[in-house]
């Protein structure tokens, strides 16, 4: 019997990514102004940009 390859990170790859990229624009969004608010909207718009891309992107017809 072949052994099972580990496909943590094919399932868990890109959530543990959109967890990550969430973290760090709340912590700089935390840090201070300028830059690290722009740093912030990347950080929390691109897992919100890819949440709505999923909820909307997908036509049943």
């Known amino acids: 019997m072949k052994p099972r390859?580990?496909?943590?990170w094919t399932v868990f790859g890109i959530p543990?990514?959109?967890?990550?990229?969430?973290?760090?624009g709340l912590f700089a969004a935390l840090l201070g102004d300028g830059a690290w608010d722009a740093l912030s909207w990347v950080?929390?718009?691109?897992?919100?940009?890819?949440?709505?891309r999923g909820?909307?992107?997908?036509?049943?017809g």
Request: glycine content about 10%; hydrophobic content about 60%; proline content about 3%.
């Open 5 to 8: 390859s580990s496909n943590f």
């Open 16 to 24: 543990v990514l959109i967890a990550l990229l969430s973290a760090a």
């Open 43 to 52: 950080g929390l718009g691109i897992p919100a940009a890819l949440s709505l």
């Open 55 to 60: 909820l909307l992107g997908r036509r049943h």
